[in-house]
């Protein structure tokens, strides 16, 4: 027995911030105490809190250390561990408590989550089968294995759970297509291409739960007839990768995987796919192209991957997420439960990667139906650095914009269709006032722009002319009729490209247009950016009123543009200053402003 | 035992290749096809190793 | 950058023999095509030519075929590369937090532009699309180091920091 349990955030957001170095250090000082046997030390999956990684949770305790360095282990060893009294310091604060917090109860960033797919993440050693089986795990793949096929199709249905990776087609739909196709071969694969840039939904999930997508799968296999799966995972994703391998083996070595699985009539073998490195490789045509070996292009559908899929076969298709609500709905009397929250035409859950401007990033798992305000602002905790809202941007390159007036939209699929942007995989990024929505749009066009396969000329020759022109309005050469080409070419694309990653490239473009027609305006008829983004179109400028001469910015500068004695009022010259922004990130008393180019008036920080 | 999959006692029909069908069910609330608080008791222990609280064992 | 001179005198040393062994236990399966290209990737540091056209020998895979599906991804790099490889996160919230600033002041220090490698061999840059530490935006990756909440002037010093 242990006395306590101690788990350390092990997914990429903390060991990017340092925890391996955290828990070398604590092992140190354990082992100084000569006490490390009494504590079980757990790198966890992720409890979604990437802002103030590294983080560590104690239980049964419950209390939640976050922004932890190497030399905070002595403290946290001989207070918490050894003298039994909290580290107050360590514990999250913020300008949206009052005290410091101990955890789930106290801390704001949780109070409105809801976890379903998150269910284990954080909480079990994700490479371990038996903690996933403690917490319930496979026990929806023992019941799917008493029901008829089709009757666990209905159920899916039934429960109202729709495709988490983009377009949110009814799953237990899906599956029955797949069930009713002819033929003995069929597949399971599981899209874990997660390619949208600020998404990484699917990577916490996969590396803290994988039993959950494995046991999705087989349920999915049980349910269409399928007896081999295939899990088409990015490269850039070792971790998780490596965790599906080892639950994989673990669930070979419990009869959960191979033949005859749990004594039953039924086979499944279990694949892993790495992709190399191509976006459209999401679209599910291009994916399977991508198992086969070859160039991962789409194709026209029908037919359907449901009819003709990998290699040939009938297949079925659904991403990590989705995969991961399957257990919750199977399982004894989970489909009651699982309908319980969401709204009429969006059930159960969302799990968003909340990245941007906002104070609080990292993953959020929320209810169906709940605002975009409750989602910045209360899980969020609001802009960073008290800047103005300007927009979120829902669904990646796929997606679009929502503007300031309606933060009161639910976040559901079809309330975010009609405003133009799309649920998508989940990517939430808040923009402030220092985005420029003209770059926003030129940057998810080129970067759809790069991905295009080039297969479909509405698409290759589509997005590059829209670029051009996105190109030319960023660089202050654009005409008062490139809105209307963008629009048209825009629509154009929409009808006629081939695959979803054409069909919805335009989609920030036209959503920005469609709330920021002013900026665009602004950037083509007077060639001003007000975000200071785009380079040609501002200029930065020195407030003499308010500049203390602490000289931090003049230090900063890369080309010495900026001259001033030491606490005298600074000035920038304009011909060397290459406006890279560096001064601004230096300047204490925010006192560096943005001013149209030969102007000194329409100033704005 | 160790692990939910090692054999409890030589009463215990499970294995690899001829799987019961209530395993998971067993691992938590077994062992179910004979009756032995011993057995049992060593299915908690494996339990009480890593439950961080009550709340941690959902059947 | 190496010229073309410099990558043929490479390519000469390219010991087939390693390749076989990668290749060996996918003969005859061509949808492994990728995964063996991305085997004989990790042994060399890239796709060596003399290799890509082993590989289409051994698999009985047309070299027009191997080349479009190599060229097709972006994990596949036709030339040597670095010792170290810098990745710059061009993902949505590093974009809007500073990352093409970061890029920039990179290419001014190594002289090189994104996707090309220094002379020395040292260092690659190149771009990836998300490596999800969005939390620390801007990021890099150098190997497999993350250093995230960047900024241009802090560059130098971490490049610095690489022997």
């Known amino acids: 027995m242990y006395e306590k349990h101690i788990m350390i955030c092990g997914a990429t957001g903390c060991l990017s911030s340092g925890s391996t170095k955290v828990s070398e250090a604590l092992i140190e000082e354990l082992e100084k105490h000569g006490i490390k046997d009494k504590y079980r030390l757990v790198m966890s999956g992720c409890p979604g809190f990437c802002e103030v990684g590294p983080i560590i949770v104690i239980y049964p305790d419950e209390v939640f250390y976050c922004r932890l360095k190497p030399k905070d282990m002595a403290e946290l060893v001989e207070n918490h561990l050894v003298g039994g009294e909290i580290v107050e310091r360590l514990l999250y604060k913020g300008p949206d408590v009052e005290a410091p917090a101990r955890f789930y109860d106290t801390i704001p960033f949780y109070a409105k989550q809801k976890f379903n797919v998150l269910r284990n993440s954080g909480v079990i050693d994700p490479e371990s089968i038996d903690e996933y089986i403690m917490r319930g795990g496979y026990r929806a793949l023992s019941r799917a294995m008493e029901m008829e096929p089709q009757a666990i199709c209905d159920e899916v249905k039934d429960a109202g759970l729709r495709g988490r990776g983009g377009a949110g087609f009814p799953t237990g739909v899906k599956w029955g297509f797949t069930n009713k196709a002819p033929g003995p071969k069929k597949y399971i694969v599981c899209n874990a291409d997660e390619g949208d840039p600020g998404a990484f939904m699917d990577r916490s999930i996969l590396e803290g739960d994988p039993h959950a997508i494995l046991e999705g799968m087989l349920i999915a296999g049980r349910a269409c007839g399928a007896d081999e799966g295939y899990i088409y995972c990015r490269a850039e994703y070792p971790l998780a990768i490596d965790r599906l391998k080892k639950a994989i083996e673990q669930a070979k070595e419990y009869a959960l995987l191979g033949d005859n699985i749990l004594g039953y009539d039924f086979n499944f073998k279990m694949n892993i796919k790495e992709g190399a490195g191509a976006f459209v490789c999401g679209e599910e045509t291009a994916l399977l192209a991508s198992i086969e070996g070859k160039r991962g292009m789409p194709r026209p559908r029908p037919p359907f991957p449901a009819q003709v899929g990998v290699f040939g076969k009938p297949t079925t298709i659904n991403n990590v997420e989705t995969l991961a609500n399957i257990p919750l709905i199977v399982k004894e009397g989970g489909a009651a439960e699982y309908v319980k929250v969401g709204t009429e035409g969006s059930k159960g859950t969302k799990v968003f990667a909340l990245a941007g401007k906002v104070r609080n990033t990292g993953l959020c798992e929320v209810p169906m139906g709940i605002t975009i305000e409750e989602v910045i602002y209360d899980v969020g905790g609001g802009i960073k650095g008290g800047r103005e809202f300007k927009a979120v941007q829902a669904g990646g390159p796929s997606g679009g914009c929502i503007p300031a007036d309606l933060l009161d939209l639910p976040i559901d699929y079809d309330s975010l269709t009609k405003a133009g942007a799309i649920m998508g995989s989940g990517g939430l990024v808040v923009m402030d006032d220092r985005t420029c929505m003209v770059d926003l749009a030129r940057y998810f066009l080129s970067f759809t722009q790069k991905e295009s396969c080039g297969k479909c000329t509405p698409c290759r020759e589509g997005t590059k002319r829209m670029l051009e022109i996105l190109d030319r309005i960023a660089e202050g050469e654009g005409i008062p009729e490139d809105l209307e080409t963008l629009d048209n070419l825009a629509h154009n694309i929409k009808d006629s490209a081939l695959c979803g990653l054409g069909q919805t490239c335009p989609n920030p473009v036209l959503s920005t247009i469609r709330y920021f027609r002013h900026e665009y305006e602004e950037h083509i008829n007077e060639n001003f950016c007000r975000s200071g983004i785009c380079k040609p179109l501002f200029n930065y400028k020195i407030d003499a009123e308010n500049c203390t001469g602490c000289t931090a910015c003049a230090r900063a500068c890369a080309v010495d543009a900026i001259k001033g004695e030491k606490k005298e009022p600074h000035e920038i010259d304009q011909e060397l200053c290459t406006r890279c922004g560096s001064c601004i990130d230096k300047c204490r008393q925010d006192c560096i402003m943005i001013t149209r180019v030969g102007s000194e008036a329409d100033v704005s920080n | 035992m160790e692990k939910f999959i090692d054999h409890c006692c030589e009463k215990c029909t499970h294995t690899k290749d001829k799987p019961c069908k209530d395993f998971v069910k067993c691992c938590v609330e077994g062992p179910i096809c004979h009756e032995d608080p011993a057995c049992a008791d060593k299915r908690k222990a494996i339990i009480e190793m890593v439950a961080l609280d009550d709340d941690f064992v959902i059947c | ?163």
């Open chain 3, 1 to 163: 950058m190496s010229s073309e001179a410099e990558v043929a005198d490479i390519n000469q040393d390219i010991d087939l023999s390693q390749v076989d062994s990668i290749v060996e236990p996918y003969l005859g399966k061509k949808e492994m095509l990728i995964p063996v290209m991305q085997k004989v990737q990790e042994h060399f540091g890239y796709l060596p030519r003399p290799a890509m056209e082993h590989v289409a020998r051994r698999m009985r895979i047309p070299l027009s075929r191997l080349y479009g599906v190599t060229t097709f991804y972006a994990q596949f790099k036709m030339k040597p590369r670095g010792r170290y490889i810098i990745r710059v996160c061009k993902g949505t919230a590093c974009h809007i937090s500073g990352s093409p600033k970061i890029a920039e002041r990179i290419e001014e220090i190594l002289g090189i532009p994104g996707g090309e490698t220094t002379d020395d061999l040292k260092f690659t840059l190149e771009e990836v699309a998300c490596i999800g530490a969005c939390a620390l935006a801007p990021v890099i990756m150098i190997n497999d180091n993350p250093h995230g909440r960047l900024t241009p002037d802090k560059m130098k010093e971490i490049l610095d920091s690489y022997e």
